[in-house]
């Protein structure tokens, strides 16, 4: 990584030029790399075909947003067997492809929806002049790849929409460090009861009062005890008192 006055660049690209407008730092970069490799074959090609900018955003600089602009090439692949005849260079690790911000933008995102939530974490954003939605926030945590399912012996079970109304899914947390660690399809008991069939060291689910789970778990984990989850019998609870 080189060490421009401002932040660190990857090899293979050199700050040309930088300008302060308000709250934002504008730097333009430009990919001097000698050749680039095609994405599909891998062989390194050295005939460049056009240019184009991109703009992405990164880290904040001294308390400025930082907007940056990037020259980069397209080229020519001449392996005859690739179909991809012209292609866009990478600048991965930097850059994800068709990424509107850098990785390190990324990462800082996702710790700050970690660590809060998405309304929460766009407030925090703002304050340190990273600028983000909450559905931006949200979507960068939902990017982060689920922790493989090991061991679970306390489960916790409910649905959630994919699109209210119309498509609901399951969510399968682990109780003992509540964690998510799985997302069904669906919420029918068929489903359900596959994936705890094949976790025979559940010992007990907590779930909602529907018969789905219930099913379920009978089906698929009958060793284990049921209970309500404290959001349902209090739910159960406040409906009773109010009819």
């Known amino acids: 990584m080189d060490v421009s006055p401002f932040l660190p660049l990857p090899d293979g690209l050199l700050m040309a030029s930088a300008q302060a407008e308000g709250n934002v730092l504008t730097i333009h970069l430009i990919a001097t790399a000698s050749h680039a490799a095609c994405p599909l074959c891998t062989q390194a090609a050295t005939r460049v075909h056009s240019r184009y900018t991109r703009q992405v955003t990164d880290l904040p600089c001294g308390g400025r947003q930082v907007q940056l602009i990037l020259h980069v090439r397209k080229f020519r692949c001449d392996t005859a067997a690739c179909p991809r005849r012209i292609f866009a260079e990478r600048l991965v690790p930097f850059l994800a492809a068709w990424a509107r911000m850098t990785s390190r933008r990324t990462c800082a995102l996702q710790d700050i929806g970690l660590a809060t939530c998405g309304e929460g974490g766009a407030r925090l954003a703002e304050r340190l ?114 009819t």
Request: with cysteine; proline share 6%; glycine share 4%.
């Open 129 to 242: 002049a990273l600028p983000a939605s909450p559905t931006t926030i949200l979507r960068r945590v939902m990017a982060l790849p689920c922790r493989p399912v090991e061991r679970v012996v306390f489960l916790g079970v409910d649905d959630f929409s994919f699109r209210r109304g119309h498509r609901y899914g399951t969510l399968l947390i682990d109780l003992a460090d509540h964690h998510v660690i799985d997302l069904l399809p669906d919420r029918s008991a068929e489903t359900t009861a596959a994936w705890m069939e094949a976790h025979p060291e559940i010992e007990l689910v907590s779930r909602d009062r529907g018969e789905d789970y219930a099913t379920a778990t009978r089906t698929g984990a009958p060793q284990a005890v049921q209970v309500a989850d404290r959001f349902h019998l209090v739910q159960n609870l406040t409906k009773i008192l109010n």
